[in-house]
């Protein structure tokens, strides 16, 4: 099972960490495993180049753990608002997709958000 926990402070999200395989399918045939590593890499790369802001990401296929922060999205450290609503909002998406995912793939992930 994967589990995806959020980041969020002030009711900005700001990033998430995700922790072990989803079992769905086989190693290198998992369209579960797939689709998140594409909805995460899409994250990563929109802050990164379309909002030219930091995200700190680290890929630990080892220990099957991705974390992904970007504090641009906290006010207390990007003074751009519409930046700030932007990234929160890339991860507020990411969040009810994923929710919405649980619904199917109950058995395979699960998601959960923490106030900082």
């Given at each position: ?105 109950y058995d ?9």
């Amino acid at each position: 099972m994967t589990h995806i926990k959020f980041f969020r402070r002030n009711g900005f999200y700001y990033g998430f960490e995700e922790t072990g395989h989803t079992g769905y399918g086989e190693s290198g045939d998992d369209v579960l495993c797939a689709a998140l590593s594409a909805m995460t890499m899409l994250i990563i790369n929109t802050i990164e180049i379309s909002y030219a802001s930091d995200v700190d990401y680290q890929i630990d296929d080892g220990a099957t753990r991705i974390s992904v922060k970007a504090l641009a999205a906290l006010p207390e450290y990007s003074e751009d608002e519409k930046t700030q609503y932007a990234i929160s909002g890339l991860f507020q998406g990411y969040f009810f997709q994923l929710n919405d995912l649980t619904e199917e793939y109950y058995d395979f992930l699960e998601v959960e958000e923490v106030e900082e």
